[in-house]
């Protein structure tokens, strides 16, 4: 009688563990699945995390280099966090996006993985904040350049560059007052098809992925040369530039593409 339970027993348990499995989704049948996240080796990886705007799926924090304060493009910091005013999320029917949160980030160091061009990779310092002022010092093996940019009511712009800027100290800005020349590289509010300076708004709102992550809230821009060429870059909130690519076929059908897109972020010491 005990082994004819027994064996009742383990019938049961076979069928339940039966039931059990097939009633689990399978992933390879169309059942759920995670949501897939960047790391930051560019590497895809299970997670439950949703992508932050303007930032990379993962929890900021100061010791990973992402920025003190709040979430980057999140407004957590008291700006709009690129969130669209008036009406239209994309820029239809006259809606645009405040630009201030779009300012980089000062006391950092950007890394940037380059293709299609021996000079394509960047290293980025940027340097602390003065008042509506940052410094960035850019590296990419060929040459070092300088620039100031300024934010104001009407956007982001580059007052100052120079190029074979060697000096490893920080920039001091009140030095270079006098020679400013303003040129505006995002326009603020900013809305979809909007032309400046030879520029076109192509997204206000797009989401790209990069070896740094998945990127939200982030704004397009083109500009088509006189030669046919493309440029376009990508920006997004609290991390300035985060893609530039350019594109040329010349009269012979020979093409060029190079693309520039952030891989890493660290503080700077």
């Not at 949703?50 to 980057?72: A, L, M, Q, R």
Request: aromatic share 8%; with cysteine; net charge negative.
């Amino acid at each position: 009688m005990r082994k004819i339970c027994l064996v009742i027993l383990t019938i049961f348990l076979l069928a339940g563990c039966s039931y059990w499995n097939s009633s689990k989704p399978n992933k390879e049948s169309g059942g759920s699945q995670k949501p897939t996240e960047q790391t930051d080796g560019g590497t895809e990886t299970s997670g439950d995390n949703e992508e932050i705007d303007g930032e990379k799926e993962k929890p900021v924090s100061n010791d990973s280099g992402n920025g003190p304060g709040g979430k980057p493009g999140t407004g957590t910091d008291g700006s709009s966090g690129g969130k669209p005013t008036g009406e239209g999320a994309n820029g239809e029917n006259g809606g645009s996006i405040e630009t201030g949160s779009y300012f980089p980030e000062g006391n950092k160091i950007k890394t940037f993985k380059g293709t299609g061009n021996e000079f394509a990779s960047e290293v980025e310092h940027v340097f602390t904040n003065e008042g509506k002022y940052i410094a960035t010092v850019t590296d990419n093996g060929g040459t070092r350049m300088l620039r100031l940019y300024s934010l104001g009511k009407k956007g982001i712009s580059i007052v100052y560059e120079e190029p074979e800027y060697y000096s490893e100290d920080a920039p001091a800005i009140e030095n270079y007052k006098a020679a400013f020349k303003e040129q505006l590289v995002l326009p603020n509010p900013i809305k979809l098809k909007q032309s400046f300076d030879g520029w076109v708004v192509k997204e206000i709102d797009a989401t790209v992925s990069v070896p740094y992550g998945k990127i939200s809230k982030v704004i397009v821009l083109e500009k088509i040369g006189t030669d046919g060429s493309i440029v376009e870059n990508y920006w997004a909130p609290r991390l300035g530039i985060v893609r530039k690519t350019f594109y040329l076929k010349d009269s012979t059908g020979n093409e060029m593409s190079v693309t520039t897109e952030l891989e890493k972020i660290e503080n700077l010491p």
